[in-house]
């Protein structure tokens, strides 16, 4: 992800797809493992509260699909390195969605947990930048269709 995200700022050609195959790959990886581990979480055996067990439910499997809904529905108007920065941001968030509730109920001092507040931290930013793609994306296709009128 640091590699992708160096090559966007400092190269001119964004990605090959031979690249953005691999990411695709790994992304997928990365969404299958989460969802893997969210099964204790449906049958009920993750040793959470329920309020816990659908937070965790509900972010680990609902931002990996709703990101893959939303990206085809968008797939014409997003470049494909950007669809792999929204990919590899959606496997993050879906894993931080399992790691954050969890690990944030556990007993004890912030600083007892620098791992979850790190993630909280850099959980933010990736999910601005998902909102941020989608909305340039509607903006550039309201003003394609303003320009054609």
């Not at 966007?8 to 997928?28: A, D, G, M, Q, Y």
């Not at 439910?57 to 939303?70: D, K, N, Q, R, S």
């Not at 990736?126 to 054609?148: C, D, N, P, R």
């Amino acid at each position: 992800m640091i590699w992708l995200r160096l090559r966007v700022f400092f190269s001119k050609e964004l990605s090959t797809p031979v690249e953005r195959r691999v990411i695709w790959i790994l992304t997928v990886l990365c969404v299958c493992g989460t969802f893997a581990v969210e099964i204790p979480f449906l049958l009920h055996r993750a040793g959470t509260s329920e309020a816990q067990r659908l937070v965790v439910l509900f972010l680990g499997y609902g931002i990996p699909i709703g990101t893959a809904v939303l990206l085809w529905k968008h797939k014409a108007k997003i470049s494909p390195t950007q669809a792999c920065l929204i990919g590899l941001n959606a496997a993050y968030l879906a894993n931080a969605g399992l790691c954050l509730p969890v690990y944030g109920q556990i007993a004890g001092a912030l600083s007892s947990k620098p791992g979850w507040l790190v993630m909280l931290v850099i959980v933010w930013p990736m999910l601005l930048e998902i909102v941020w793609i989608f909305v340039q994306s509607s903006q550039a296709t309201f003003a394609a269709k303003a320009y054609s009128r």
